[in-house]
């Protein structure tokens, strides 16, 4: 979606206001590392909206209007697309691409379709990366917490590193390599720009089918400079180079404050009977997933 055919649509000072940034910004690198590491430490990846079973689309302005109006975005159809509207309207030059998250080996990525929307900015020279261009992706989770140019090595990041490549799945396409402690492996993208209608029937699955793990449970990921946190059903971990801290948060007032503690997830818009249902339906199945673990 081209920059300019939103104005006056678009609460450009309502988004900067959710990442506790001011206005005015201009296009630059430092202010491309401010916005994303903002967006992933304050909006955090999840799957609240599933849980509460409320019907999301791929619509970007959706999904930014979502933002503005609760803090809450979704995952990375929902996340990338609002930070590109975002990064258009701030003048940066923004490109759309088909990704695939892949978590095991054999997977072959966007395959049985694109799992994952991706962000490049181009125009950007910096040392170190004289050709401008960067991945910029607020949808992984538990990954970036800044920018990475797009260029070929390993990248260190805070206590992780990550790897670029060109892909061996893609012709003509890049391959992240996520850092050994997180909860993927690779993510291929195709260099060609795509538009958000492609990501239609991959949301649709991943939202609704049984066997997506975004149907199955309750996630919430928030990155920052030292590490990340993530919570599963009712067990809430922070990871750090020095380790990884895991608790079970198995009362109903602790899952709600921990979500709003550590992921600014607060459901001010959700009733209470829709807080009951979502509490329920996390502890069942958290329960469920011990019984078959034990």
């Known amino acids: 979606m081209p920059a300019g055919n939103l104005v006056g649509v678009l609460d450009v ?76 309207e701030l003048g940066f030059q923004v490109r759309r691409h088909r990704g695939g998250v892949c978590s095991r080996d054999g997977e072959v990525p966007l395959t049985p379709f694109a799992n994952h929307l991706v962000l490049t900015v181009h125009g950007l020279p910096a040392p170190g990366n004289p050709g401008g261009a960067w991945l910029v992706d607020a949808g992984l989770g538990d990954a970036l917490h800044a920018p990475l140019p797009l260029t070929a090595g390993d990248h260190p990041q805070g206590p992780f590193t990550f790897g670029l490549a060109p892909s061996p799945a893609l012709p003509d396409g890049w391959r992240f390599t996520h850092d050994p402690i997180g909860s993927f492996r690779t993510m291929d993208f195709e260099s060609r720009r795509a538009s958000v209608t492609e990501f239609r029937g991959s949301h649709r699955h991943l939202s609704t089918s049984p066997h997506s793990p975004f149907v ?79």
Do not use: M
Request: glycine share 8%; charged share 25%; proline share 3%.
């Open 216 to 294: 199955q449970c309750v996630i919430a990921q928030r990155r920052d400079a030292t590490g990340f946190d993530k919570l599963i059903g009712c067990t809430l971990a922070r990871v750090e180079a020095s380790g990884t801290t895991q608790t079970e948060v198995a009362s109903r007032s602790d899952w709600f404050a921990a979500l709003a503690d550590v992921f600014a997830i607060t459901l001010d818009d959700a009733t209470p009977a829709e807080r009951d249902r979502l509490w329920q339906r996390t502890y069942d199945s958290h329960q469920a997933w011990r019984d078959r673990v034990s």
């Open 13 to 88: 000072p309502g988004y900067l206001r959710r990442l506790r940034l001011g206005a005015p910004l201009t296009p630059s690198v430092a202010t491309l590392h401010e916005v994303l590491q903002a967006q992933v430490e304050r909006i955090a990846y999840n799957t609240i909206d599933i849980h509460l079973g409320r019907r999301t689309t791929v619509d970007p302005v959706a999904a930014f209007t979502r933002i503005v109006e609760t803090g809450r975005g979704g995952y990375c159809f929902h996340l990338n697309g609002a930070l590109g509207l975002v990064l258009d």
